[in-house]
């Protein structure tokens, strides 16, 4: 098993952040469950970075995971998230991507598995726009799979993954309790005997006017400074692994 995930913040991690600071993410949960389960070695690489656009995350690295050698068994793909909150929006092009890096996998003999975003709309700004837009990209993608007869991880109509305990601060990223959820579903399509992760709701998210203020100050403002620069959180970075590691039993 060679097992290799390609996206944006949500593959890479983002929100599942490890004492020394490094972020962990439900792909990484995916790979170590896969090592627990699958006979013999599973190898892992992961080449998502946290701001990339549908067009780079199928272009350049779904193109190196091709690259990879040994080829890989197993590929993941999500995105089109960022793609989401950028005027003019082009679905049918995001569409023809998706289309292009399933046809990739398909005429490799690769096992593909594609997976929509988790709904972060219900607490953000704008998330009406968002939501709405996303809606479509899930539908087209589900015929995209059916049309290619792979897989397809529907987080974004993940009902329980919606609520707030799942979610950072930043209201956009998955906390750890999200992440583990995410590998759960992975791992159920995957054929393992899974179960989602399932947290306690504690009690509600303050939404009061000083809750707000903070939220706004510390998380929307450097988001809209970076677009009016236009920068990305992922600028300068790579992905995570960019060659084979082998992975520890979970």
Not at 224 to 246: E, F
């Amino acid at each position: 098993m060679r097992y290799v995930a390609v996206g944006d913040s949500f593959t890479e991690g983002m929100g599942d952040e490890l004492p020394d600071g490094s972020v962990r993410g439900w792909a990484d949960l995916v790979a170590a469950g896969l090592a627990s389960a699958e006979p013999g070695s599973v190898q892992y690489a992961n080449l998502a970075i946290r701001g990339r656009l549908l067009d780079p995350i199928v272009n350049d690295q779904l193109e190196a995971a091709m690259a990879l050698s040994p080829a890989p068994t197993l590929v993941t793909l999500n995105g089109g998230g960022n793609d989401m909150m950028r005027r003019g929006t082009d679905i049918e092009r995001l569409v023809g991507l998706l289309d292009r890096a399933i046809r990739r996998c398909v005429d490799a003999g690769i096992r593909m598995v594609v997976l929509s975003g988790a709904d972060p709309s219900e607490r953000l700004p704008f998330g009406g726009v968002i939501q709405r837009r996303a809606e479509i990209l899930t539908t087209r993608t589900r015929e995209l799979v059916e049309k290619y007869d792979i897989e397809l991880v529907d987080v974004f109509h993940d009902v329980e993954i919606r609520k707030a305990p799942y979610w950072s601060a930043d209201r956009l990223h998955l906390n750890a309790a999200g992440h583990q959820r995410v590998a759960g579903l992975v791992l159920t399509q995957l054929g393992h005997d899974h179960a989602a992760h399932v947290v306690d709701p504690g009690p509600g998210e303050s939404r009061r006017v000083l809750a707000e203020a903070r939220y706004y100050r510390e998380h929307v403002l450097p988001w809209v400074t970076r677009r009016l620069r236009g920068r990305s959180s992922g600028d300068d970075r790579t992905g995570k692994y960019l060659d084979w590691v082998p992975v520890e039993t979970a």
